[in-house]
């Protein structure tokens, strides 16, 4: 029980409250980040606070919230996918966490509408091997990229878990297919359990 004591009563309260409401920087998805280790992802991929960051098909946000805490106050997250109900959840659990560096951006199969030029990086996340075609939208992304800004393709590679359904692409499909694209592949991150981050960049 704490003893009022005029309005120092209150601070036990507010000290709890910002210790333990759930802001931007907390994910609610442990199992997942243990996987996908996205802070470990963000440093080896070189996100920066102030960076203004485009994510490909970011369903409900579990990254997008992550590379808003990575970009900051100071930078940006436009979030993009073919799906409004997705994007109107990002929209909800940005009001009730007060984040306001992130903005929706409802895109089309070959075309994410990011704004041109306006990207120091962009991120796809368990989302390559879903696309119906990924050499058109890689076309489509390109306007929006900054001169020299990487893409980081991070998808599963089913040669490292049981892929029952043959649902994932492999790393020489993943390759190919970028290899068919405007981008070129700069490097392969291999330090997740499943996943391979692919790094390209606009050919030149
Ligand atoms: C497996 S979910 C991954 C969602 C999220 N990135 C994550 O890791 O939780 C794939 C997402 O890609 C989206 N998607 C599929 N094709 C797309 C396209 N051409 N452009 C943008 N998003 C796309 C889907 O709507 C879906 O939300």
Partial sequence: MIKMVGKRALWPF?????????????????????????DKVMEATGVKPGMVIGEIGAGQGYFTFWLSQGVGKSGKVYANDISGSALAAIERRCESEKVSNIE???????????????????FMVNVFHDLERPVELLAGLLPAMKPG?????????????KDAHGHFLARDEVERMIG????????????????????????R
């Fill in 14 to 38: 507010i000290l709890l409250s910002l210790v333990a409401s759930p802001g931007p920087a907390q994910s609610r998805d442990a199992a997942r980040d243990k996987i996908e280790q996205p």
């Fill in 104 to 122: 929706t951006v409802l895109g089309a199969l070959e075309d994410p509408r990011f704004p041109p030029a306006s990207l120091d990086m962009a």
């Fill in 180 to 203: 068919r694209s405007v981008f070129e592949l700069v490097r392969v991150e291999t330090f997740l359990r499943d996943h391979n981050l692919y790094i390209l960049r606009a050919r």
């Fill in 149 to 161: 800004a990487p893409v980081v393709v991070m998808d599963r590679d089913p040669a490292r878990f």
